[in-house]
């Protein structure tokens, strides 16, 4: 790798971006753009828009160094469907995107602040017509379900870093949802501990 290489690597997508992929391939539309809420290294965004070559990929992450790397990946893997990387803050309601046909939002509720999902739901009501998904991943704790270990052991850390993040409650994200009109349509059991979770405006 170059010195001057500005893409970031996060294990993680290598791991999960198959089992994503196969729940995506049911839940994505034929053609049209897909907005992706806070793309981090940029992995996600060439594979799964490799994937989908008839989609148009818009990766966004607020934070710079986040939306270097992803360009860098689209650079650097050659993706022709993958539009540069928007500043957007899933909790304000200035989002740069007035429109999409899907969204995406991986491995983000709980590594942010309730208003970071609060702004994700009125964003999606904004952005998306009728009948198209928000498609999230990511480990959730659940009412009338123990938490296992690992996310017991995972939600501690997180809110030791900040008091702000944790694991939320599935239960509270749907109800969010519910209340800015998306329909929960699908819970997903994922490898290790995860779940896709998968919202349709109604």
């Excluded at 739901?121 to 009728?130: D, F, K, N, S, T």
């Excluded at 109800?175 to 109604?202: Q, T, Y």
Aim: hydrophobic share 45%; net charge negative.
């Amino acid at each position: 790798m170059a010195d001057d290489d500005q893409r970031r690597f996060a294990p993680a997508t290598q791991r999960n971006r198959e089992p994503i992929l196969a729940v995506l391939r049911d839940v994505f539309p034929k053609a049209g753009k897909v907005l992706e809420i806070a793309s981090g290294s940029g992995e996600h965004a060439v594979h799964f828009a490799r994937a989908f070559p008839a989609l148009q990929w818009q990766p966004t992450d607020p934070a710079d160094d986040a939306r270097t790397s992803i360009d860098a990946w689209v650079a650097a893997e050659g993706v022709g469907n993958i539009l540069p990387a928007l500043p957007l803050d899933a909790a304000g309601d200035n989002w740069p995107v007035a429109q999409a046909d899907a969204i995406v939002c991986i491995n983000m509720i709980h590594i942010s602040p309730w208003e970071a999902t609060l702004g994700l739901m009125r964003g999606a009501a904004r952005v998306l017509p009728e009948g198209a998904p928000l498609f999230l991943y990511g480990p959730y704790r659940r009412e009338g379900h123990v938490i296992e270990p690992s996310n017991a052991a995972f939600d501690e850390s997180l809110r030791s870093r900040d008091p702000r993040w944790g694991l939320r409650l599935l239960e509270d994200v749907s109800a969010c949802a519910d209340e800015n009109g998306l329909a929960l349509r699908e819970v997903i059991e994922m490898p290790a501990n995860n779940l896709s979770v998968v919202f349709m405006k109604r």
